[in-house]
């Protein structure tokens, strides 16, 4: 049946093991992380050499993976199966294999515990291999989730070390990382590493440690386009044009056109008083005095020309138009225009 990893989790804390584990989707953290647990937990470490057996999908068959599953385990109580990128298992959806894997799945060897980390894809819930799974398997499907889920999930996951994080802060990884959870815990958790006992993660935590520059950064430039301070922009502009590695400029550019498009949603708003942006805002409510004023500076119809100009720029760095032109030119062209507004008519030329 099908499964949450919260509820997968606290069964497998609580050492009830089920015979086998299906774990798909295109969100990988999870099927990582429950696989990763029954691997470091289901067995003592000495009994993991002749009981513990971890091979991948492009290296093995639905038979092979049975004939491992079928043995018995030697000196403990249980052994585990883990098989590794299983959506490259050759015969995984060949008639041949789905019927060797649903007549195992009808009866399961109690003493294996069998886990198969198939990602980023689902089989066919349609097909009788899909409903076996869905039936004798404890079952996980996952899903990317949305940029605006982000946050809450950077909040969830520190809360759940036991440890506080800043509403800035959140903002700050949701946006410089994005929605790869596993990156996301991977830095959340090299965060935790450095902070003293007590000590929350708010915004200078995460610029000393995840590569954030407090000066030159994207946030500190949208913050100069609001505040049409040139000069401040065009020395950020400067630093990325130094330190290109550190400052790609898609990521950017993504950032940039997520601000704008919350601009543009805010300016086709019926309430823009600041009760009504802070409302729409929702966790990023202490950021409503920067969109007030973004709202007072960048009238719809220029807010809907920026948007045109990053499309454009977009376009330009991957090759599509604008010839040879640098990354850091682009850029200095994207905000010479979004701080001097040309007339409509010359604007899309």
């Not at 041949?96 to 195992?104: F, I, P, R, S, V």
Request: proline share 4%; with cysteine.
């Amino acid at each position: 049946m099908s499964h949450t990893p919260e509820g997968i989790m606290e069964q497998l804390k609580k050492r009830q093991f089920a015979p086998v584990y299906f774990l798909q989707g295109e969100e990988p953290f999870y099927i990582d992380q429950i696989a990763d647990f029954i691997e470091a937990h289901a067995l003592q470490e000495h009994e993991k050499g002749f009981n513990q057996v971890v091979v991948y999908g492009k290296d093995v068959d639905v038979a092979t993976v049975l004939l491992q599953a079928k043995r018995f385990p030697m000196m403990a109580e249980r052994q585990v199966v883990i098989v590794k990128e299983a959506q490259s298992i050759v015969d995984l959806e060949r008639e041949e294999g789905m019927k060797q894997l649903e007549a195992y799945l009808q009866n399961p060897l109690p003493s294996t515990i069998l886990v198969f980390c198939h990602k980023h894809k689902t089989l066919d819930g349609r097909k009788a291999l899909g409903k076996a799974v869905q039936k004798h398997a404890v079952l996980l499907t996952t899903k990317k989730l949305y940029d605006n889920q982000i946050p809450a999930w950077i909040t969830g996951y520190v809360k759940s070390k036991g440890v506080q994080i800043s509403p800035k802060a959140v903002l700050l990884l949701s946006e410089f990382i994005g929605a790869d959870l596993s990156r996301q815990a991977n830095e959340i958790d090299k965060l935790l590493i450095n902070l003293k006992p007590g000590q929350a993660i708010d915004e200078r935590v995460v610029q000393e440690n995840v590569g954030i520059s407090k000066e030159y950064n994207i946030f500190e430039l949208q913050s100069a386009l609001i505040a049409q301070d040139a000069l401040k922009a065009n020395r950020i502009i400067q630093y990325f044009e130094a330190n290109p590695k550190n400052n790609p400029l898609i990521p950017n550019l993504s950032l940039l056109f997520t601000f704008f498009t919350k601009l543009l949603t805010l300016h086709q708003s019926a309430d823009k008083s600041e009760s009504g942006v802070r409302k729409s805002l929702g966790n990023r409510g202490f950021l409503v005095k920067e969109y007030m004023q973004a709202l007072r500076v960048f009238p719809l119809v220029r807010v809907v020309d920026i948007i045109h100009h990053i499309r454009v720029a977009d376009l330009q760095v991957k090759g599509i138009s604008g010839g040879d032109m640098s990354e850091s030119e682009i850029l200095k062209e994207l905000v010479f225009k979004i701080l001097h507004p040309v007339p409509r008519a010359l604007a899309y030329k």
